[in-house]
C-alpha cells in the first residue's frame, strides 16, 4: 500500500559533492537517495530535470544530483519527476462533484485545507472522513460502521513512533468489523489516512 509513485532505478549517484552507488526513488512528495549516499530531496526543491545520455540530471537548491541510471530508466525517471503531484484531494479522491463527509469536526489544517469546498452532509457524501486519533474516536466509529452503508471510509491516524491510538489497532478493529483497508497516504507531518470499505459478501 501507500501512494508513492513507484519509479527507482539502481546506479551511480553524485550528490553534494560526494558520489558512490545506490538506488534513487522518486515519490509523490521527494526524491530519496539510498546506498552509499543518502538524502532526502524534497520535489519542491527540484527546479530542473534532464536527461544527458545515461544520466538523469536534477537541479537542487544544493547542487546537481546526478543519477547515472542507463537512457531508459533515467527517461523514464524524468517523466516521473516532470509530472506534476497529485494534490491531497485527489489522492482521497474527491472533488467539487465527488465530495466527502465529515463524520466529526477534523482538526488538521492540512487536511482541513484538502477538503475545503468539498464537503457535503453525511447522508450525501460519496466518501466519508473520520479523525481517529484516541481510542474513544474509534469506538465511535465503529459504532457508526453499520449506518454508512457501502461507502469507503478515510480513517486518518497520527503518525510516529508512540502515538496515542497506534494504526495498526484502528486496522484491527476496521476488520473485525469486517471493513478492509485498500490503500494509505499522508497527509501531514501530523497525520496519515487509511482507506477502508465494508468486505463483499
Same mark, same amino acid.
Given at each position: 500500500?501507500?501512494?508513492?509513485?513507484?519509479?527507482?532505478? +539502481?546506479?551511480?549517484?553524485?550528490?553534494?559533492? =560526494?558520489?558512490?552507488?545506490?538506488?534513487?526513488?522518486?515519490?509523490? /512528495? +521527494?526524491?530519496?537517495l539510498r546506498g552509499?549516499?543518502?538524502?532526502?530531496?524534497?520535489?519542491?526543491?527540484?527546479?530542473?530535470?534532464?536527461?544527458?545520455?545515461?544520466?538523469?540530471?536534477?537541479? %537542487?537548491? $544544493?547542487?546537481?544530483?546526478?543519477?547515472?541510471?542507463? $537512457?531508459?530508466?533515467? /527517461?523514464?525517471?524524468?517523466?516521473? @519527476?516532470?509530472?506534476?503531484?497529485?494534490?491531497?484531494?485527489?489522492?482521497?479522491?474527491?472533488?467539487?462533484?465527488?465530495r466527502a463527509g465529515c463524520l466529526?469536526?477534523? %482538526?488538521?489544517?492540512? @487536511?482541513?485545507?484538502?477538503? =475545503?469546498?468539498?464537503?457535503?452532509?453525511?447522508?450525501?457524501?460519496?466518501?466519508?472522513? /473520520? $479523525?481517529?486519533?484516541?481510542? /474513544?474516536?474509534?469506538?465511535?466509529?465503529?459504532?457508526?460502521?453499520?449506518? @454508512?452503508?457501502?461507502?469507503?471510509?478515510?480513517?486518518?491516524?497520527?503518525?510516529?513512533?508512540?502515538?496515542?491510538?497506534?494504526?495498526?489497532?484502528?486496522? $484491527?478493529?476496521?476488520?473485525?468489523?469486517?471493513?478492509?483497508?485498500?490503500?494509505? %497516504?499522508?497527509?501531514?507531518?501530523?497525520?496519515?489516512?487509511?482507506?477502508?470499505?465494508?468486505?463483499?459478501?
Amino acid at each position: 500500500m501507500g501512494d508513492v509513485m513507484g519509479q527507482e532505478a +539502481e546506479g551511480a549517484l553524485r550528490f553534494r559533492g =560526494a558520489e558512490g552507488a545506490g538506488r534513487i526513488l522518486v515519490e509523490s /512528495a +521527494e526524491v530519496i537517495l539510498r546506498g552509499e549516499i543518502r538524502a532526502r530531496v524534497p520535489r519542491a526543491a527540484v527546479h530542473g530535470v534532464r536527461v544527458e545520455g545515461d544520466d538523469l540530471v536534477l537541479e %537542487t537548491a $544544493e547542487g546537481p544530483l546526478v543519477a547515472t541510471i542507463g $537512457e531508459t530508466r533515467a /527517461a523514464a525517471l524524468q517523466q516521473a @519527476l516532470l509530472k506534476p503531484p497529485r494534490s491531497l484531494a485527489q489522492k482521497l479522491g474527491i472533488d467539487a462533484s465527488v465530495r466527502a463527509g465529515c463524520l466529526w469536526p477534523v %482538526t488538521d489544517p492540512v @487536511l482541513q485545507e484538502a477538503l =475545503a469546498g468539498r464537503v457535503a452532509p453525511v447522508v450525501a457524501a460519496a466518501v466519508l472522513v /473520520a $479523525e481517529v486519533l484516541d481510542s /474513544a474516536a474509534l469506538a465511535r466509529l465503529v459504532d457508526a460502521l453499520p449506518d @454508512l452503508a457501502a461507502r469507503p471510509v478515510w480513517c486518518v491516524n497520527a503518525k510516529g513512533r508512540n502515538p496515542v491510538l497506534p494504526e495498526a489497532r484502528i486496522r $484491527e478493529a476496521m476488520r473485525a468489523a469486517g471493513w478492509i483497508d485498500s490503500k494509505t %497516504t499522508a497527509v501531514s507531518d501530523a497525520v496519515s489516512a487509511t482507506r477502508y470499505a465494508r468486505r463483499k459478501g
